[in-house]
């Protein structure tokens, strides 16, 4: 079955406006990842949040985690035209090894 | 300088041809992987190699064969190409079991 389930699929906002997406997974897990994927390019890892942290921040992103729910969230503060790019969640499960399982994406759009 | 490369980035075929992806990674990493993007943008693991050895073969037909020479290199070859093999196929490597994912630019294949 799927793993991670990104919320929204795709998101359209303003240059300057604060950008949000959520992630959702079944099972338990050692790490979850973000990754970004411009149109046309291989994914990027932008942070990795291990099963002990409830929050991590790297520039303008900041990622939470809540094993109890099993979601994750990416917030991408102050965005910037380039910010826009698919986006990817994906989980470490644990038990399981050399397999990242990735959600759907969601399709962030900035406008100038 | 490129970390993770692949060729060939376009491939346009017929149904029944035989074709190669040959992926090669200069970041002294033990893991290589081979995911499938589909159309929807949906990445799906086929693969995972660590130091030369087959680790997960997530039930992909037999008609997709990969072949780790060193472990710097990971190739796949799909023979009797089918329509439904055409995806974006990326190859990605990391540094142990659980960490970050380098991945390639891509490979678009387009079975005619």
């Given at each position: ?6 919320d929204p699929?795709a998101l359209s906002i303003q240059e300057g406006e604060n950008a949000t997406m959520n ?11 973000w990754?970004r994927?411009n149109s046309?390019?291989?994914?990027v890892?932008l942070i ?9 921040h790297s520039g303008r992103l900041r990622v939470t ?8 969230s990416l917030l991408i503060t102050a965005s910037r035209a380039a910010d826009t790019a698919s986006y ?18 969601t399709q962030l759009t900035v406008n100038p | ?112």
């Amino acid at each position: 079955s799927q793993q991670g389930e990104e919320d929204p699929q795709a998101l359209s906002i303003q240059e300057g406006e604060n950008a949000t997406m959520n992630c959702s997974y079944k099972t338990s897990i050692n790490n979850l990842q973000w990754y970004r994927q411009n149109s046309g390019r291989g994914l990027v890892h932008l942070i990795l949040i291990r099963s002990n942290e409830r929050e991590k921040h790297s520039g303008r992103l900041r990622v939470t985690l809540d094993t109890s729910k099993k979601s994750s969230s990416l917030l991408i503060t102050a965005s910037r035209a380039a910010d826009t790019a698919s986006y990817f969640c994906a989980t470490d499960e644990r038990g399981q090894i050399s397999r990242l399982t990735f959600g759907e994406g969601t399709q962030l759009t900035v406008n100038p | 300088d490129t970390a993770v490369s692949q060729t060939p980035k376009y491939l346009v075929t017929q149904m029944g041809n035989d074709k190669s992806i040959k992926c090669e990674q200069n970041l002294g990493h033990d893991t290589m992987y081979w995911y499938k993007q589909d159309s929807k943008k949906f990445l799906k693991i086929m693969f995972s190699y660590n130091n030369k050895e087959l680790i997960i073969n997530e039930t992909v037909p037999n008609r997709f064969s990969p072949k780790s020479p060193d472990k710097a290199h990971l190739n796949l070859h799909i023979n009797s190409l089918e329509l439904g093999d055409s995806a974006v196929y990326f190859c990605a490597s990391s540094r142990g079991h659980t960490g970050e994912l380098f991945f390639g630019e891509g490979s678009r294949l387009t079975v005619l």
